[in-house]
C-alpha cells in the first residue's frame, strides 16, 4: 500500500518537475539560439519532457490510483499554489502531451525552415508548460495564470511572422477575445468562490452556488471556456490565427489547445458547480450543434488550406460539446448510464481529434514547406513528388470524415448513439431539440467528407497547377515519422476502441457517476455501448471486410483484364485544354454548396466583371463572403470602441489643472459612492 501511494505521488511531482523543465528550456532556447543546432536541441528537450507528462498521466490513469494533491508555497500568499492529479487531469495529460510529443517531432525537422526561430524557439516550451499547469491547477489563481501564460505564449507564437499583415491583424484579434476568455473565467470563479472567498477547487467543490449563480457560472464558463475552444459565436479569432502559427504551433493550437479549453468547461460544470439542471444541456447542446454545423459550412468554402482546417476543428469542437450537453442533460435526468456513454462520446473525440487533426496540420505544413504556399489552387498532383505525406493526409481526412475503421468513426457514431437515448428525457424542450441536433450533427458529418474529398483531391491529385507545386519533393524523415505515428495511431484506436473506451472510464465515474461497461471483455473486441440487441460496432470485422473485399476485387480484375499495356489520355471533364487551370479547383468544388448557403450563413455576394463584345480583356469573377456573426456581433463593437476612442482623444491634450480637476472631481464621487453604500 505505501508503494502504491508513493507511485501516485511520484506521478504528480515528476508532472511538476517535467513543466519545470520546460519553463527553463525557455531561458535554454534564448542562451542558445546563435547555435545552428539550437532549434533541433529544444525541440528533442520538450519532446522527452512532453513523454515524461505523458507517461505520468497515463501511470496515474491505469493504475486507477486515488487523487493526489500538493501544495506550493507560491501565488497567493494566504492560498499557496495547489496542484491535484485525478483521473480527469490524467485523461487530459494524455491528451495533452500526446500532441505535443508528436509535434515535437515534427518540429525538429519543420524547424529547419523557420526563418523566426527566435520568436518561436522560446515561447514554444512556455506554451507546453502553461497548457499542463492549467490542467494540474487546483485553485482559481493557480489556474487563471496558467491560463494566461498560455494565452500569451501562443499569441507570441502566432505573431511570430509578425510583419505578414494577416497576421497582426489575427494577432490583435486573438488577443483581444483571449481576454474577454480570461475576464469571463475570473468573474466565474469569484462567483464560484462566494462570499467566503475560497478559491482551492476543494473549498468551492464542498459549497457549491445557488441555482441563479450557477446560471450565471454557466454562461461566464461558456463564454471563457468556448471562445478558447471556437465555440460559435466566440469562434472568429480561431480561422485567424491557426493559420497564422508556424504549423507545428497550429497543430497544437488546434488538436491541443483547444481542449485545454474543453477541460476548463468540463472541470467546472461537472466538477466545482455541483449538481446540474436539466436546462444546463439544453443550452450546450444547441451551442455545440450550431457549432458543428457552422464550422464545417465555413471550411468548405476555403481556398486556404490551414484555414480549412482551422474551420475544420471548429465543427469538432462542436461535436464534444453535443456529447458534453447530453451528459448534463442525461445526468440531470437521473439516467446514469446514458451520461456515461454521452461524456465517454465526448471525451473519446477530444482525444481522436488530437490524432488526425495533428496529423492534418502536419500534412499542411509539409505541403507548405514543399510549395511555400498554403492556397489549395497552386496545388495538385502532389501525390506523385510526395507520395508519403499524400498517404498520411490521406488517413487523417478519411479519419476526420468518420469513416471507418478509423477512429473518428467511433467516437461520432458513440455520439450520436447518445442522442438515440432522448426519448427518455423527461423534459419536452430536450425530447424535441435533441433529435434535431442529432440531424445537425449528421448533416455536418456528411460535409466533412465532403470538404475533405475536395482538400485532398485538390491538393494531391489531378495536375500541379503552379511550378512550385511541379517541383516539390518530399519533406524530411522527422516530419514524415511524426506524420506516420498519427496515422497509426488513428487506424490502431479505430480498429480497438474499447481500450481507449475502458482507459476514459475513472474518468467518466468522477464526472457523472457511472461508467460503460467494460468494452475490452466483450467477444471479438466488438464495442457495444447499450445492449448488443441495439447496437454493437467492431473496427476489426470491419477492417477485414475492407481489406479481402479490395484484394478480391483487385485480384478479380488481374485475371480477367487484358495482359496488354494500354495508355490513354486521363479523362478531361469535356475539357481538352491541356493547361492545369481548367482543371476542378478548391472554388469550383465548393460553388454548389456555396450557392445552396450563400445567402443565408455566408452572406456571399458574387461579382462578375464581363468585357464588351469585341474586347481582348479577360473576364473577371470573384466572390466575396462575410461571416454574418462577425458583422452582427463584433464589427458593432469595434465601431463603437473606434468612435469612442476618437472622441476621447482630446483628453491627452488637456492642461496639468484640468488633469488635477478630473482626479479631484473622481476622487469625490468615489467618496459619496462610498458614504452613500448601504451597510
Not at 140 to 169: D, K, Q
Not at 501 to 515: E, K, N
Request: hydrophobic letters at 55%; glycine letters at 8%.
Amino acid at each position: 500500500m505505501a508503494s502504491f501511494e508513493f507511485a501516485s505521488v511520484m506521478s504528480l511531482t515528476a508532472s511538476l518537475a517535467s513543466i519545470a523543465v520546460l519553463f527553463s528550456l525557455c531561458v535554454l532556447a534564448l542562451a542558445a539560439l546563435r547555435l545552428k543546432a539550437a532549434s533541433a536541441l529544444i525541440y528533442l528537450s520538450c519532446f522527452v519532457a512532453s513523454a515524461a507528462l505523458l507517461v505520468s498521466g497515463a501511470t496515474h490513469l491505469f493504475r486507477g490510483s486515488a487523487p493526489e494533491a500538493l501544495t506550493l508555497a507560491l501565488g497567493l500568499p494566504w492560498l499557496g499554489a495547489h496542484f491535484r492529479l485525478d483521473a480527469l487531469s490524467s485523461v487530459f495529460l494524455v491528451i495533452l502531451n500526446l500532441g505535443s510529443a508528436s509535434a515535437c517531432v515534427f518540429a525538429v525537422g519543420y524547424g529547419r525552415h523557420e526563418h523566426a526561430r527566435g520568436r518561436v524557439l522560446p515561447f514554444f516550451p512556455v506554451f507546453l508548460a502553461a497548457m499542463n499547469l492549467v490542467v494540474l491547477a487546483a485553485d482559481a489563481f493557480t489556474f487563471l495564470v496558467s491560463w494566461e501564460f498560455m494565452s500569451l505564449s501562443s499569441w507570441a507564437l502566432v505573431m511570430a511572422h509578425h510583419r505578414e499583415p494577416e497576421n497582426a491583424h489575427a494577432g490583435y484579434v486573438y488577443i483581444l477575445m483571449a481576454s474577454l476568455g480570461t475576464v469571463a473565467l475570473l468573474l466565474a470563479f469569484g462567483v464560484l468562490a462566494g462570499a467566503t472567498g475560497a478559491y482551492d477547487f476543494a473549498s468551492i467543490r464542498a459549497t457549491p452556488p445557488a441555482p441563479l449563480a450557477a446560471a450565471l457560472v454557466l454562461a461566464l464558463v461558456l463564454v471563457g471556456a468556448g471562445s478558447k475552444a471556437g465555440l460559435a459565436p466566440l469562434h472568429v479569432w480561431l480561422p485567424l490565427a491557426h493559420p497564422a502559427a508556424p504549423s507545428h504551433v497550429s497543430a497544437l493550437m488546434s488538436g491541443v489547445m483547444t481542449k485545454v479549453a474543453v477541460y476548463g468547461f468540463i472541470r467546472v460544470m461537472f466538477d466545482l458547480i455541483g449538481a446540474p439542471q436539466w436546462w444546463w444541456g439544453l443550452v450546450v447542446l444547441v451551442a455545440g450543434g450550431l457549432t458543428a454545423v457552422l464550422g464545417v459550412l465555413f471550411a468548405l468554402i476555403q481556398t486556404d488550406l490551414k484555414r480549412v482546417l482551422a474551420y475544420s476543428t471548429i465543427e469538432n469542437i462542436g461535436f464534444i460539446f453535443v456529447g458534453l450537453g447530453l451528459a448534463l442533460a442525461f445526468e440531470a435526468n437521473g439516467l446514469p448510464a446514458a451520461a456515461a456513454l454521452a461524456f465517454t462520446a465526448a471525451l473519446f473525440h477530444a482525444f481522436n481529434h488530437t490524432l488526425f487533426k495533428s496529423l492534418l496540420f502536419f500534412g499542411s505544413g509539409a505541403v507548405l514547406n514543399a510549395t511555400g504556399s498554403r492556397d489549395m489552387e497552386k496545388q495538385g498532383g502532389l501525390i506523385h513528388r510526395m507520395p508519403v505525406t499524400a498517404f498520411a493526409f490521406l488517413v487523417g481526412c478519411a479519419a476526420i470524415s468518420a469513416l471507418p475503421p478509423l477512429n473518428g468513426f467511433a467516437s461520432e457514431w458513440l455520439t450520436l448513439q447518445a442522442i438515440l437515448w432522448s426519448p427518455q428525457l423527461e423534459e419536452w424542450p430536450l425530447k424535441i431539440l435533441t433529435p434535431g441536433v442529432g440531424g445537425l450533427l449528421a448533416l455536418s458529418a456528411a460535409l466533412a467528407g465532403a470538404c475533405f474529398v475536395r482538400a485532398f483531391g485538390v491538393v494531391f491529385l489531378g495536375r500541379p497547377r503552379s511550378r512550385e507545386a511541379a517541383e516539390a519533393r518530399e519533406v524530411d524523415p522527422w516530419s514524415l515519422a511524426a506524420m506516420g505515428a498519427l496515422a497509426a495511431m488513428c487506424l490502431i484506436v479505430g480498429l480497438l476502441p474499447g481500450f481507449v473506451i475502458d482507459a476514459l472510464a475513472p474518468a467518466t465515474q468522477a464526472a457523472v457517476g457511472a461508467q460503460m461497461s467494460a468494452q475490452a471483455e466483450i467477444p471479438w473486441l466488438s464495442i457495444v455501448p447499450i445492449a448488443e440487441s441495439r447496437s454493437s460496432y467492431n473496427g476489426l470485422l470491419v477492417f477485414a471486410f475492407i481489406v479481402s473485399s479490395m484484394t478480391i476485387a483487385a485480384l478479380t480484375i488481374h485475371w480477367l483484364a487484358s495482359r496488354a499495356l494500354r495508355r490513354t489520355p486521363a479523362w478531361d471533364c469535356g475539357f481538352p485544354d491541356a493547361n492545369p487551370i481548367t482543371q476542378y479547383g478548391a472554388g469550383s468544388v465548393a460553388q454548389p454548396i456555396r450557392r445552396v448557403f450563400g445567402d443565408f450563413v455566408f452572406r456571399a455576394v458574387e461579382h462578375v466583371e464581363m468585357p464588351p463584345p469585341g474586347s481582348t480583356a479577360p473576364a473577371r469573377f470573384r466572390v466575396e463572403v462575410r461571416d454574418r456573426l462577425w458583422d452582427a456581433l463584433y464589427k458593432p463593437i469595434s465601431g463603437f470602441i473606434s468612435y469612442a476612442s476618437e472622441k476621447l482623444n482630446y483628453l491627452q491634450f488637456l492642461t496639468i489643472r484640468s488633469y488635477l480637476s478630473f482626479v479631484f472631481a473622481s476622487l469625490v464621487i468615489l467618496l459619496l459612492a462610498l458614504a452613500l453604500w448601504p451597510q
